[in-house]
């Protein structure tokens, strides 16, 4: 018999085993039945020091500054089965479930719901919108309109802001008709009257479906149901327009919108100019950023986006440049995308010391260049034989940032085509001290630029390392040794080569292909290879 404990805590201990069995100096759910538990037991906090005195505003606190999921859920049961004189309420309930649903750990949200329902605990709504949101994002619309239907069941009145979240849900997740078919009974079956918001919603949805004349019908029906149309819904009804070509539709909606009293905003803009940018009319997209100008609307980061890429489309690398130089001034952090796209244009146009500039200012504007921007730079400098120009920028990188295999490919690349093998050596060191493996392409830079300077045999050395490292050769790979050892005259080496790649076992279609043509094809010596193939196969 437990005499230590009152008999509302022997109940609940159990289940604390089950959770944590590290809270107990023993695991109750591993003890025989058939052994008495012992007189006495304690129960250790999850974590130390436990506050003396515990109230939900300090619990709230604790969970919420957790970073460790468990332990945060540990922290919750523990509080509410063994703190004498504590009790859970909608605040902490809440906290523990807004934790556990951005993290996407619906198993044990769902059972403190079920918990939360049976202790009738007073609740708001927020907690409904939280796990709705987040089911939503995860992929979950079906869980999310189960959660939204269910809110009635804890006493709670729906209403219009947890129906705004689940159809957003439903855009998210692509389920359009089902928006509507909420929309349409919304006010009867769940007892919740639609605002603007909602409409533009539906509105939204009806257009990724691409039925903008429905859209177009919404909102000439709003007005009817008490709601003013917005700028968000005449531009996404634009967008709608804009998405399927037709850009004298959205420039009419683009019109309604001022004739109502509406200024458009950057993002109505944006989509026009996007709009005009797809069917190459870049003229009309640049006369739209200055009357966004003209009316005082600052561009946001999409627009230089939008404008950038075209300007790098139409290959008008000054243009796109000045428009990133803008973009940075204004303390909008391009996408690594997007600057690569800028670097290439301007190397293209013969301006590499202009990117390498760029590059320089991005780092001053403490925007750090990635690897995929560096790649990019380096690639160019290697291209114009201006290798060293291309290491240094690899060394000022380097002193900032973690290089990865393409950057190293690319710079290695670079200094076997020129010829500068001691500095691809270096650069191969440093590779691997980084822990940074070489794969197929940088074993294929090293092998033709060895071949470059007429040291076949050295290829053959660094294929049999290659196999011995686990990296599986491709067609380039023997396709560089062969053609080099049949211009040397070494065919005999060539049966080695051959003879190595079947001794892997990892040979791919492609490289068959090759052995089949430039080996068995040689008529003087194709039987006798052919032959060899079949015996190391076999």
């Given at each position: 018999?437990?005499?230590?404990f009152?008999?509302?805590?022997?109940a609940?201990?159990?289940t604390?085993?089950?959770l944590?069995?590290?809270?107990?100096?023993?695991?109750?759910?591993?003890?025989?039945p058939n052994?008495?538990?012992?007189e006495?037991?304690?129960v250790?906090p999850?974590?130390?020091?436990?506050?003396?005195?515990?109230?939900?505003?300090?619990?709230?606190?604790m969970?919420?500054?957790?970073?460790?999921?468990d332990?945060a859920?540990?922290?919750?049961?523990?509080?509410?089965k063994y703190h004498?004189?504590?009790?859970?309420n909608?605040?902490?309930?809440?906290?523990?479930?807004?934790?556990?649903?951005?993290a996407r750990c619906f198993?044990?949200?769902?059972?403190l719901?079920l918990?939360?329902?049976k202790?009738?605990?007073?609740?708001?709504?927020?907690?409904?919108?939280?796990?709705?949101?987040?089911?939503g994002l995860?992929g979950?619309?079906d869980?999310?309109?189960?959660?939204?239907?269910?809110i009635?069941?804890?006493n709670?009145q729906?209403?219009v802001?947890?129906?705004?979240?689940?159809?957003?849900?439903?855009?998210?997740?692509?389920r359009?008709?089902?928006?509507h078919?909420?929309f349409?009974?919304?006010r009867s079956k769940y007892?919740?009257?639609?605002?603007v918001?909602t409409?533009?919603?539906?509105?939204k949805?009806l257009?990724?479906?691409?039925?903008?004349?429905?859209?177009?019908k919404?909102?000439?029906e709003m007005?009817?149901m008490?709601?003013?149309?917005?700028?968000?819904?005449y531009t996404?009804?634009?967008?709608?327009?804009?998405s399927?070509?037709?850009?004298?539709?959205a420039?009419?909606?683009?019109?309604?919108l001022?004739d109502?009293?509406?200024?458009?905003d950057?993002?109505?803009y944006?989509i026009l100019?996007?709009?005009?940018?797809?069917q190459g009319?870049l003229?009309?997209?640049?006369?739209l950023?200055d009357?966004?100008?003209?009316?005082g609307?600052e561009?946001?980061d999409?627009?230089y986006?939008?404008?950038?890429?075209?300007?790098?489309?139409e290959?008008?690398?000054?243009?796109a440049r000045?428009m990133?130089?803008d973009?940075?001034?204004?303390?909008?952090?391009p996408?690594?995308?997007?600057?690569?796209?800028v670097?290439?244009v301007?190397c293209e146009d013969?301006k590499?010391?202009?990117?390498?500039d760029?590059w320089?200012?991005?780092?001053?504007k403490?925007?750090t260049?990635?690897?995929a921007i560096?790649?990019?730079?380096?690639h160019?400098?290697?291209?114009?034989g201006?290798v060293?120009?291309?290491r240094?920028?690899f060394g000022e990188?380097?002193?900032g940032?973690?290089?990865?295999l393409?950057?190293?490919n690319?710079?290695?690349a670079?200094?076997?085509?020129?010829?500068?093998l001691?500095?691809?050596?270096?650069?191969?060191d440093d590779?691997m001290e980084k822990?940074?493996?070489?794969n197929?392409?940088t074993y294929?830079m090293?092998?033709k630029?060895?071949?470059k300077?007429?040291?076949?045999?050295?290829?053959?050395r660094i294929?049999?390392e290659?196999?011995d490292k686990?990296?599986t050769?491709n067609?380039?790979?023997y396709?560089?040794?062969i053609?080099?050892?049949?211009?040397?005259?070494?065919?005999?080496?060539?049966?080695?080569?051959?003879s190595?790649a079947?001794a892997s076992?990892?040979i791919?279609r492609?490289?068959?292909?090759?052995?089949?043509?430039k080996?068995i094809?040689?008529?003087?010596r194709?039987t006798?290879?052919?032959?060899?193939?079949?015996?190391e196969?076999?």
């Open positions: 018999m437990l005499r230590s009152p008999s509302h805590r022997r609940k201990l159990t604390a085993a089950l944590h069995p590290m809270t107990t100096t023993r695991s109750l759910s591993a003890a025989n052994i008495p538990l012992p006495s037991y304690t250790t999850p974590i130390k020091p436990w506050p003396q005195r515990l109230y939900p505003k300090r619990l709230v606190s969970i919420t500054r957790q970073q460790n999921l332990l859920l540990q922290i919750f049961h523990y509080a509410g004498s004189g504590f009790f859970h909608y605040d902490t309930y809440d906290s523990i479930i807004h934790k556990l649903s951005r198993g044990p949200l769902e059972d719901l918990e939360l329902h202790a009738k605990i007073k609740c708001g709504e927020n907690l409904f919108i939280t796990v709705i949101r987040n089911y995860a979950k619309p869980l999310a309109f189960k959660t939204f239907i269910r009635q069941d804890f709670v729906r209403s802001r947890s129906l705004n979240t689940l159809l957003n849900g439903f855009v998210q997740n692509k359009y008709d089902l928006v078919d909420v349409r009974n919304c007892g919740v009257v639609p605002n918001f409409c533009n919603i539906l509105i949805a257009c990724k479906k691409n039925d903008i004349e429905g859209a177009t919404v909102l000439d007005p009817a008490g709601m003013i149309p917005n700028v968000v819904t996404t009804i634009l967008g709608g327009y804009a399927r070509g037709d850009m004298v539709n420039k009419k909606v683009f019109g309604d001022f109502r009293g509406w200024l458009p950057a993002t109505t944006t100019m996007d709009g005009y940018c797809k009319r003229v009309d997209a640049i006369k950023m009357d966004m100008d003209g009316n609307v561009p946001n999409v627009t986006g939008v404008m950038i890429e075209a300007f790098c489309k290959k008008k690398a000054g243009e000045n990133l130089d973009m940075l001034e204004k303390k909008y952090v996408s690594s995308a997007l600057c690569c796209k670097i290439d301007l013969g590499v010391e202009e990117a390498c760029l320089k200012r991005m780092l001053a403490n925007c260049p990635d690897n560096t790649s990019t730079l380096i160019w400098l290697c291209k114009e201006k060293w120009e291309a240094k920028l990188f380097e002193r940032s973690i290089p990865s393409l950057t190293y690319t710079l290695i670079g200094m076997c085509e020129r010829g500068e001691s500095e691809a050596g270096r650069l191969w590779m822990g940074c493996k070489p197929a392409f294929n090293l092998i630029g060895i071949s300077i007429g040291n076949a045999k050295e290829g053959i294929l049999e290659m196999l686990g990296c050769p067609k380039s790979t396709a560089l040794l053609e080099e050892l049949c211009a040397k005259g070494m065919e005999g080496e060539v049966d080695k080569v051959v190595m079947m076992g990892r791919d492609d490289s068959w292909k090759l052995f089949l043509d080996v094809g040689n008529l003087d194709g006798d290879a052919l032959n060899g193939l079949l015996v196969n076999s």
